[in-house]
């Protein structure tokens, strides 16, 4: 918001572009003079002279990219936050040039029938869906569902490592009366507490057309081996559920199909971004680039077309007014797990739920801030369990900065335990002066097997941000605290 406030007030705007592709700037304007540089400078502790020589330097130079990494949403205000720096691109007509704007997943170019997938017309109304970060509250009666969840199916998934409120979700897990099924490859920390364990696929081992986050290529993903033993994939294990529940004829026509002829039905073979592309010719040449331009010459907003209801920028968006849900296509997949409620439709600094200067009670205790990003060696939590993989990723470390170790007494490599009201998690201190003092960072994805008992999620607290009601992993208070020898050797 100061970078669109300075790039307004120091007459950066491309006027031209925004007259043409854009909709509610005037009411974006009288948002952002609610934050002047010094402002900026007060909540973030950036230097208000910084702020101007950035917006000034990323307003004149094109084409101007920016690329958004995929944890700024996991805090209160973190959708806020994307759709404030979205904006710049269109108020600045970076989107005018090869290569700039800002980093679409592209993951949307892809011409995925999702309700053909999804079905959500065999959901009857009033079915209940219960967010995945609410699964412990869910299991431990803290949300006090009538009937109570008696059983549990898991598979792409290990929530007791990946899901916020650990030591809670393993409580609701270890009921006596909860019958819980797991499809993995490994014993994960979740296959621990599965009643049933099935053995799954691997990917080389199923087939699958593969869409991606970070590039512009559909691949079809061929089985390079015949699963071992009783492996089979999802969808088999979905196949047999049908046909063990008797689904009526309509519903097996579905489940009956080949996992070839499901493929082929799941994607728009006619969408202009497959032209010369089809299933055929995958199963020739492995992968192909979408018809979607070349590198040289993609500007795919340079005269707006964007995925709103006007096709414009919306700098105050209209999809706002249906409430707070995602985007009308995943919609058929995640309803149920969205209360809705009202949406500001013009972005906003939203403060953390907390942080030392939203809950300066709280910090009184809990002085520091925790991220989680995703480790280097692991994928979220798979390969989590491999020695090679954990030697590379040096196990559960605890990033401190050195002046907040020298508060504590706590020198590098000692054993420190983080804690707050949740949980707690232990490891070796490691300095980093790369992080801000009052900053902690601890890698999510390790194993609890493999650290010493649980992980950095037993602190992540299980509310929901606002956008899309997604997880708070970054908006956390802890303490950390030197482990003493004597405790750490028993």
């Not at 101007?64 to 205000?77: D, M, N, P, T, Y």
């Not at 699964?135 to 431990?140: F, P, S």
């Not at 799954?200 to 199923?206: I, L």
């Not at 798979?382 to 030697?391: E, I, L, R, S, T």
């Amino acid at each position: 918001m100061g970078m669109i406030n300075e790039i307004i007030t120091q007459g950066l705007v491309d006027t031209d572009y925004v007259e043409r592709y854009t909709v509610g700037y005037t009411e974006l304007a009288e948002r952002a003079a609610n934050y002047p540089p010094e402002r900026v400078e007060e909540i973030t502790g950036i230097p208000a002279d910084d702020i101007r020589t950035l917006a000034y330097e990323y307003a004149t130079s094109q084409p101007a990219a920016i690329r958004q990494g995929v944890a700024l949403e996991r805090s209160r205000g973190g959708g806020q936050a994307i759709r404030a720096i979205t904006c710049l691109p269109a108020l600045v007509g970076a989107w005018r040039h090869v290569g700039g704007g800002t980093m679409e997943m592209p993951i949307w170019e892809f011409p995925t029938k999702f309700d053909a997938i999804c079905k959500p017309e065999w959901i009857p109304e009033g079915t209940r869906v219960v967010n995945e970060l609410d699964l412990g509250m869910a299991l431990t009666g803290e949300m006090d569902l009538d009937p109570p969840i008696k059983s549990l199916f898991v598979y792409n998934s290990n929530p007791v490592s990946q899901g916020p409120a650990q030591e809670k979700t393993m409580r609701g897990l270890m009921r006596e009366d909860l019958f819980t099924v797991v499809s993995e490859h490994f014993v994960t920390d979740t296959a621990k507490f599965a009643d049933i364990l099935l053995p799954a696929t691997m990917q080389a081992e199923q087939l699958d057309i593969m869409v991606t986050w970070g590039h512009l290529y559909i691949s079809l993903n061929q089985p390079a081996i015949e699963p071992p033993g009783e492996c089979v994939p999802n969808v088999e294990l979905f196949r047999r559920l049908a046909r063990a529940m008797e689904f009526d004829d309509e519903s097996m026509a579905y489940w009956n199909r080949t996992d070839r002829e499901m493929l082929i039905d799941f994607h728009d073979w006619d969408a202009p971004a497959l032209e010369g592309i089809t299933y055929e010719k995958l199963e020739e040449v492995g992968w192909m680039r979408l018809a979607v331009g070349t590198p040289d010459v993609r500007a795919p907003h340079a005269e707006g077309n964007f995925p709103t209801p006007s096709g414009k920028c919306e700098f105050k968006s209209s999809l706002a007014e249906g409430g707070n849900f995602v985007v009308p296509v995943w919609r058929s997949m995640y309803e149920g797990m969205q209360p809705g409620g009202y949406v500001d439709p013009v972005p906003d600094y939203v403060p953390p739920f907390e942080s030392p200067q939203s809950n300066p009670e709280l910090a009184q205790r809990y002085p520091l801030s925790i991220i989680s990003p995703k480790p280097h060696a692991f994928l979220n939590s798979q390969y989590g369990n491999a020695a090679d993989k954990q030697k590379v990723q040096g196990g559960q470390r605890v990033f401190i900065h050195p002046a907040d170790a020298a508060e504590r007494g706590i020198a590098e490599g000692d054993m420190v335990r983080v804690f707050n009201d949740r949980g707690a998690f232990q490891g070796p201190a490691a300095f980093d002066d790369g992080l801000i003092p009052g900053l902690v960072m601890a890698n999510v994805g390790h194993w609890q097997g493999k650290s010493s008992g649980t992980t950095v999620n037993a602190i992540t607290a299980d509310r929901h941000c606002g956008l899309g009601n997604a997880g708070v992993y970054g908006d956390n208070l802890v303490e950390v605290e030197k482990i003493a020898e004597e405790a750490v050797a028993s």
